[in-house]
């Protein structure tokens, strides 16, 4: 419990500094009209602000297959153990994008700030009929040349074993045809959820070669969306049995 309490302090002390130093350097850009630039930098930050929230459990991590990730925007889709997983893929993928997160977090004062910028779309679980709204706009930040981030599980599996994928968001690479990038995470889960408090763990990221949507016809498309749920769930097996 006294690492949690001390790990609590040093996720706000890291949190209000990268935000106070982006809050002071915003403006520069703004007048400048620098919004590519501006875009570009906070997604170093944010990758730096990710590696330095997961350094801070004095966790091991360790990504496979960096390399296999293609040129340009893509949608990567992963397995969703642990609150940690965003804070990990933004810093140790280095590409992550916006998130598909829950409309609890626009809530958050100065993240929600940031998130935005990030090109983060949020999702009111309890309003789920407007959902064709909230892909529409991921989809429009795919179209516009920025990745996205999704978890199509819906929601922290809280350990080693996957939930089954939901198609619904799938419908983001249907209609944009970019390269999806399949992500097995695992490891993440003993860091916070598997005891309550915050731990140290070994973590694993898994990069798979990509999957192009337009390799599969309309009738295709329930078998699309488990052949991405076989390639994360057998990567997340293999690195638990290995």
């Not at 997983?85 to 280095?94: A, E, F, N, R």
């Not at 930040?141 to 939901?166: A, C, D, H, Q």
């Amino acid at each position: 419990m006294f690492f949690t309490i001390l790990y609590s302090i040093y996720f706000l002390i890291i949190f209000l500094g990268f935000s106070t130093f982006l809050i002071i350097i915003y403006p520069f850009f703004i007048l400048f009209k620098k919004k590519r630039q501006w875009e570009l930098f906070l997604q170093r930050v944010a990758s730096l602000w990710g590696r330095c929230v997961i350094r801070g459990t004095f966790s091991k991590v360790s990504v496979e297959g960096i390399e296999k990730i293609p040129s340009g925007n893509v949608l990567f889709v992963a397995n969703h153990q642990s609150y940690f997983d965003i804070p990990l893929i933004m810093g140790y993928v280095g590409r992550g994008g916006g998130f598909v997160a829950k409309v609890e977090l626009k809530k958050v004062p100065i993240l929600s700030f940031w998130m935005k910028r990030l090109h983060c779309v949020f999702i009111d679980r309890k309003k789920l009929k407007e959902a064709n709204k909230y892909i529409e706009e991921a989809i429009q930040n795919l179209k516009s040349g920025y990745s996205m981030v999704i978890f199509p599980e819906g929601t922290r599996s809280r350990g080693k074993e996957m939930r089954n994928f939901k198609p619904g968001s799938f419908k983001l690479a249907f209609k944009t045809n970019v390269p999806i990038v399949p992500l097995s995470i695992n490891g993440t889960y003993n860091l916070f959820e598997k005891k309550g408090r915050i731990a140290s763990g070994k973590i694993k990221i898994l990069v798979h070669d990509p999957v192009y949507p337009n390799n599969f016809s309309e009738d295709e498309k329930i078998a699309f969306v488990k052949k991405i749920e076989e390639i994360v769930r057998d990567g997340v097996e293999k690195d638990v049995s290995s």
